[in-house]
């Protein structure tokens, strides 16, 4: 089992930012038990490149990530960001 950290405070505040959307949370409740529960949680996200090259990207809905880091030896998952796509990437998609 792998123990979810935060890197700071920004996924708390994107929390609080999309308290009202439902699906968003639901989905990102979902995720985090996913990949506590994930033989190797890299599978269940999307390699990224450039400013997020050693991160991964969880899909939440058809808009909303959430952006991972792994750490195997220490069996840490370090979450990054929770956003759209503009959000985290600075572009549309």
């Given at each position: 089992?792998w123990?979810?950290?935060?890197?700071?405070?920004?996924?708390?505040?994107?929390?609080?930012?999309?308290?009202?959307?439902?699906?968003?949370?639901?989905?990102?409740?979902?995720?985090?038990?996913?990949?506590?529960?994930?033989?190797?949680?890299?599978?269940?996200?999307?390699?990224?490149?450039?400013?997020?090259?050693?991160?991964?990207?969880?899909?939440?809905?058809?808009?909303?990530?959430?952006?991972?880091?792994?750490?195997?030896?220490?069996?840490?998952?370090?979450l990054?960001?929770?956003?759209?796509?503009?959000?985290?990437?600075?572009?549309?998609?």
């Amino acid at each position: 089992m792998w123990t979810i950290q935060s890197a700071d405070s920004s996924i708390d505040k994107s929390l609080k930012k999309y308290r009202s959307d439902k699906d968003l949370i639901c989905s990102y409740k979902q995720a985090i038990i996913d990949l506590t529960d994930a033989v190797d949680p890299t599978t269940l996200g999307e390699r990224k490149h450039g400013r997020f090259k050693f991160c991964y990207s969880y899909n939440l809905t058809k808009s909303y990530r959430l952006l991972y880091r792994v750490f195997f030896e220490e069996k840490i998952i370090q979450l990054i960001a929770l956003g759209d796509h503009k959000e985290l990437f600075g572009r549309d998609g």
